[in-house]
């Protein structure tokens, strides 16, 4: 049973107080105020805060707390100005101030049939999506900027995605999309997911949208500062992958770049680890995209790092990706000797070459939008998208589902495309 912080109105408090000391739930304290229940947390330790969501028992500042520390926030709301509230304040598991406690059981058990986003049915939600996992060896090969145009490609094509910035050196996702990033999106839904509180309406609250007229995703920004790699355990990440699977076709996932084993290098085992969370996403992963340079530089960092990856991925699950294809770094025919390299020195039979396209890449950074939005006729856009449909899509989407109706702008634009 719960451990419970209340924060109600007196008429809601007494009638519904009772059926809550009868389904068993501890009753930690009835508070007035919202900055009584922050300053509790710490001291109280409740499972789950049930408060009233007008303006002086619900803040943002209060989820925000309840978030930091894995704690599950409920509201009641007596009128449409106090759901009105939540939703500006970004809460969205709210019920009416009458409701029974039977209702407010199921919220405070995790049991409630959530509402899904765009029809969502329940044999998808069961069958768990496709998690692509975007890694590459330092030297900013083009993680975050693949990561982005391949959701966006897999968004236009139809398909639910989650991107998930899971970077624990400083994830660039949220600044490349233009998207505040004040709060970690995916350490939140990890702190959640730690203490069994993360569902549907918290992975709703905590995504934000990328709206773009080709393709829509949802998005789980990354940590605002390396100093809180902490928070993403390996167990944290599995969790929280589990569950965005739920609610996405496809769920794609920057990494970091380090595949270092830090309680090898300090002889600590039980040491926090920063890449964990990398650990974690390459294991969950049922593609791994392995991106690097195409420079003598960049492709020996790659090779490298490819074979540290197949220690952790089996091989049939990456595909490797050369970025920034260019003559005048390995003369004539550098695609030819791109393949050859590959061949010779890891066994790679098979990668995706991408051509330089500066002024593309650019663009979408200036604008702070995805490539296939920021330059829809671009030879860059144009090979990711390629290798999109050729290798992700076919794998993602199932024969029995078929991808939702577009409408007549959307099966123009793709036309154009």
């Known amino acids: 049973m719960a451990r419970l912080l209340l924060a109600l109105d007196a008429t809601v408090e007494d009638r519904l107080l009772a059926d809550a000391v009868e389904h068993g739930h501890e009753i930690l304290g009835r508070l007035v105020g919202w900055r009584e229940v922050l300053d509790a947390l710490d001291r109280l330790g409740p499972d789950l805060v049930l408060v009233d969501a007008d303006r002086g028992t619900l803040s943002a500042e209060?989820?925000?707390?309840?978030?930091?520390?894995?704690?599950?926030?409920?509201?009641?709301?007596?009128?449409?100005?106090?759901?009105?509230?939540?939703?500006?304040?970004?809460?969205?598991?709210?019920?009416?101030?009458?409701?029974?406690?039977?209702?407010?059981?199921?919220?405070?058990?995790?049991?409630?049939?959530?509402?899904?986003r765009l029809g969502e049915s329940a044999r998808a939600a069961e069958r768990g999506?496709?998690?692509?996992?975007?890694?590459?060896?330092?030297?900013?090969?083009?993680?975050?900027?693949?990561?982005?145009?391949?959701?966006?490609?897999l968004a236009e094509a139809g398909r639910r995605v989650t991107l998930v910035d899971a970077d624990p050196y400083g994830g660039a996702v949220a600044a490349s999309l233009g998207l505040l990033d004040e709060a970690p999106g995916f350490a939140s839904?990890?702190?959640?997911?730690?203490?069994?509180?993360?569902?549907?309406?918290?992975?709703?609250?905590?995504?934000?949208?990328?709206?773009?007229?080709?393709?829509?995703?949802?998005?789980?920004?990354?940590?605002?500062?390396?100093?809180r790699w902490p928070e993403l355990t390996d167990e944290r990440v599995t969790a929280a992958l589990g569950a965005v699977r739920t609610t996405a076709d496809a769920v794609v996932v920057d990494v970091g770049f380090s595949l270092e084993r830090e309680?090898?290098?300090?002889?600590?085992?039980?040491?926090?680890?920063?890449?964990?969370?990398?650990?974690?996403?390459?294991?969950?992963?049922?593609?791994?995209?392995?991106?690097?340079?195409?420079?003598?530089?960049?492709?020996?960092?790659?090779?490298?790092?490819?074979?540290?990856?197949?220690?952790?991925?089996?091989?049939?699950?990456?595909?490797?990706?050369?970025n920034r294809l260019r003559a005048s770094v390995?003369?004539?025919?550098?695609?030819?000797?791109?393949?050859?390299?590959?061949?010779?020195?890891?066994?790679?039979?098979?990668?995706?070459?991408?051509?330089?396209?500066?002024?593309?890449?650019?663009?979408?950074?200036l604008t702070a939008r995805s490539l296939p939005e920021a330059a829809p006729r671009s030879p860059l856009r144009a090979a990711i998208r390629g290798y999109v449909h050729d290798a992700l899509l076919p794998a993602i989407a199932p024969a029995e589902q078929p991808a939702r109706r577009r409408g007549f702008l959307g099966v123009r634009a793709a036309l154009a495309g």
């Open 330 to 365: 390995l003369g004539i025919d550098a695609g030819a000797q791109v393949r050859q390299t590959l061949r010779r020195f890891a066994g790679i039979e098979r990668a995706v070459l991408l051509p330089n396209d500066p002024r593309a890449c650019d663009t979408a950074l």
């Open 189 to 227: 839904a990890c702190r959640l997911a730690a203490s069994g509180s993360l569902d549907r309406a918290e992975l709703v609250r905590l995504a934000q949208r990328s709206t773009a007229a080709r393709g829509s995703f949802d998005v789980l920004t990354g940590l605002v500062g390396p100093s």
């Open 129 to 153: 999506a496709g998690v692509i996992a975007v890694w590459g060896p330092a030297g900013a090969p083009g993680r975050t900027l693949l990561a982005i145009a391949i959701a966006a490609e």
């Open 62 to 116: 209060l989820l925000q707390a309840c978030d930091d520390r894995g704690i599950r926030l409920l509201a009641l709301a007596g009128d449409d100005r106090a759901r009105a509230h939540a939703a500006q304040v970004g809460l969205h598991e709210v019920l009416d101030a009458t409701a029974p406690w039977t209702e407010v059981e199921r919220l405070v058990a995790g049991v409630v049939a959530l509402p899904t």
């Open 263 to 322: 309680e090898e290098l300090t002889s600590d085992p039980f040491a926090p680890r920063r890449n964990a969370a990398t650990f974690a996403a390459l294991a969950a992963a049922d593609r791994v995209v392995a991106v690097g340079l195409a420079d003598p530089i960049g492709l020996a960092r790659l090779l490298r790092g490819h074979a540290e990856l197949l220690d952790l991925v089996d091989a049939e699950r990456i595909d490797v990706v050369v």
